[in-house]
C-alpha cells in the first residue's frame, strides 16, 4: 500500500487564486509534514503538524489533518509566482517499531501559478 | 541560514564503480539521513544516522550501501559497485531531534547520479 498520496498530481492557477492539495495516507502517523521542492533543488521544509493537532497556520500556508479520513490538505493563499514548485507530503510513524525518523513521501503535487 | 552542503552536484561514474557521496550537515544536527529520487518517481528514505552508527535502513540500503562520519563535519554515502538502477538524485538530510521526529528535516541540493 503507498503512504502519501497527493491529489491533484498537477495544478495550474493564476496568481492572487488559492491552491489546495490533498494527501492521503493508510497507516497511524505521529505527524505529518509537507515540503516543497522547487526544481532541481532540494526539499524545503513548509509545516509540520501534530496527530493531535486538526489545523495549523504558517503566514499564507493552512495545514488540516483529519486523521479518522487519515487524510490532509495544504492550502496556499493568494499565491504568487514565486509559489510554483511540487509539494510533497511526508509522515512520520512515530519512534519506535520500525521508524526511526523515517519520512515516507507522497508522489508529490506540481503547482504552476501563472503570473 | 544554515545549510545542508552536498558535494559533487553531478555524479556520473561507470557501471560496477565505487562512488562516494558527501554531505556537510548543519553544524548542530545529531541526526542524519540519506533519501533519494529516481527521476519521476517519490523521495525514498535510504538510511538514517545517529551517534556513528544506522539506526535505520529501508530494503534498498543493501550491502552495497555504506555510511560513514569520517569526521565531525561530513557525512557519506558510499555504493560499492553502482548498478544502472542507482541512477538518481541522493539527498542528505540533518534534524536536531530525532526519535520524536517533531522537528523538520533540513535537505540538501542533492546529487545527481548517473550510471553508464
Known amino acids: 500500500s503507498q503512504q502519501g498520496e497527493e491529489d491533484p498530481q498537477a495544478l495550474s492557477i493564476q496568481e492572487g487564486e488559492n491552491a489546495t492539495m490533498n494527501c492521503s495516507y493508510k497507516t497511524s502517523i505521529n505527524n505529518l509534514q509537507w515540503y516543497r521542492q522547487n526544481s532541481g533543488r532540494g526539499l524545503v521544509h513548509l509545516i509540520l503538524?501534530?496527530?493531535?493537532?486538526r489545523e495549523k497556520h504558517s503566514g499564507r500556508l493552512r495545514v488540516t489533518l483529519d486523521t479518522s479520513k487519515k487524510s490532509s490538505s495544504l492550502l496556499i493563499t493568494a499565491s504568487r509566482a514565486a509559489d510554483t514548485a511540487s509539494y510533497f507530503c511526508a509522515t512520520y510513524l512515530g519512534p519506535g517499531g520500525t521508524s526511526y525518523g523515517k519520512l515516507t513521501f507522497g508522489q508529490g503535487t506540481i503547482l504552476t501559478v501563472h503570473p | 541560514e544554515p545549510e545542508v552542503t552536498q558535494t559533487p552536484s553531478h555524479q556520473v561514474t561507470q557501471m560496477g564503480q565505487e562512488v562516494i557521496l558527501r554531505c556537510v550537515p548543519i553544524?548542530?544536527?545529531?541526526?542524519f539521513y540519506w533519501y533519494r529520487q529516481i527521476l519521476g518517481q517519490k523521495v525514498e528514505f535510504l538510511v538514517s544516522?545517529?551517534?556513528?552508527?544506522?539506526?535505520?535502513k529501508s530494503e534498498i540500503f543493501d550491502d552495497q550501501f555504506s555510511v560513514e562520519r569520517p569526521d565531525g563535519s561530513n557525512f557519506t554515502l558510499k555504493i560499492r559497485s553502482t548498478k544502472l538502477e542507482d541512477s538518481a538524485m541522493y539527498f542528505c538530510?540533518?534534524?536536531?531531534?530525532?526519535?520524536?521526529?517533531?522537528?523538520?528535516?533540513?535537505f540538501g541540493d542533492g546529487t545527481r547520479l548517473s550510471i553508464l
Open positions: 503538524i501534530r496527530s493531535n493537532e
Open positions: 538530510a540533518s534534524s536536531e531531534v530525532y526519535g520524536i521526529g517533531n522537528q523538520p528535516q533540513h
Open positions: 553544524s548542530n544536527h545529531l541526526y
Open positions: 544516522f545517529y551517534n556513528n552508527e544506522i539506526s535505520e
